[in-house]
């Protein structure tokens, strides 16, 4: 009998020959077993990998890594929708995930926030067919468009009658330094700073929360730049991972008071 060796990691998934193929159940498992020891740990959507796979869920290798499970997305809605609940109430929320990979985050958030509505963009095709795929079989009302996020938010409008929620979390490419394990902000792609920046200027006339995933050891500068581009920045670290290996949010708004006392 063949000993399998090969070990289902962050490089095989996401750098390697998984990256663009569709997982088995098996594989799934085997990358939470191999590189986190918990084979259920690419938990989405509510349910553990056996439970999505048995209703026709999919995901490539690179999604499996990419994705935000499910303890961390459904803290981050919940940190979200807390936020929003001391802002002045305003319009009807519409949550944007432009970089939406599975979706997961988008989903928690739009579980959390009350009579929110969802728009994502994912920009390769497989993965947003995945998506959009996995999205339809979960009846999850999330409106996703194949596109470069953020040159369709530059160029076409949204609606001007909604407060808008922004959940930022591109790829950390190089941007987290593996000797001082410090995210900079300023070297994502594209860099987090920039992203706030334009969004800002772009939709400056109506009520905006951003909500950034960062890592809990942030480049000082780059966080100093990004925490100077928000109203009332908040930062909040999880404790999911071991210590030292934690995510975390940084929330802050633009052009969306507070709630009178
Ligand atoms: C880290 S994953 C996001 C994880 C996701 N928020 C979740 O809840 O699982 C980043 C995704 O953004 C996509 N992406 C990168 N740049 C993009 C862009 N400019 N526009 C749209 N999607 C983009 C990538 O293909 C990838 O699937």
């Known amino acids: 009998m063949a000993v399998e060796t090969e070990r289902y990691d962050r490089a095989l998934l996401l750098h390697g020959v998984k990256r663009n193929e569709v997982l ?60 929003i609940a001391m802002l002045a109430p305003g319009p009807r929320v519409l949550a944007i995930d432009p970089f939406a990979g599975s979706c997961n985050t988008l989903s928690w958030i739009l579980e959390h926030v009350p009579a929110s509505e969802g728009l994502a963009f ?49 790829p950390w490419g190089t941007a987290l330094d593996e000797r001082t394990r410090r995210l900079d902000l300023r070297r994502t792609t594209p860099p987090v700073t920039e ?10 006339t109506q009520p905006l929360l951003f909500a950034v995933q960062v890592y809990q050891k942030l480049e000082h500068a780059s966080f100093s730049e990004a925490e100077a581009l928000l109203d ?28 009178s006392p």
């Open 195 to 204: 992203i706030l920046a334009s969004l800002s200027a772009r939709y400056a």
């Open 232 to 259: 009332r920045p908040k930062f909040r670290v999880f404790g999911f991972n071991a210590a030292g290996q934690n995510h975390g949010i940084l929330v802050g708004t633009r052009g969306w008071a507070l709630r």
């Open 24 to 83: 088995t159940l098996e594989e799934v498992e085997r990358y939470g077993r191999d590189s986190f020891g918990d084979p259920d740990y690419v938990s989405i959507y509510g349910l553990r990998p056996r439970e999505w796979y048995a209703r026709g869920v999919r995901i490539l290798g690179r999604t499996a890594v990419e994705c935000t499970r499910d303890v961390l997305a459904d803290a981050m809605g919940q940190t979200i929708a807390a936020n």
């Open 122 to 170: 994912e920009l390769d095709a497989r993965v947003s067919e995945l998506t959009r795929r996995n999205l339809a079989l979960l009846g999850r009302p999330i409106e996703l468009i194949e596109d470069d996020s953020l040159k369709f938010l530059h160029d076409r409008p949204l609606p001007s009658d909604r407060a808008l929620v922004f959940f930022i979390a591109p």
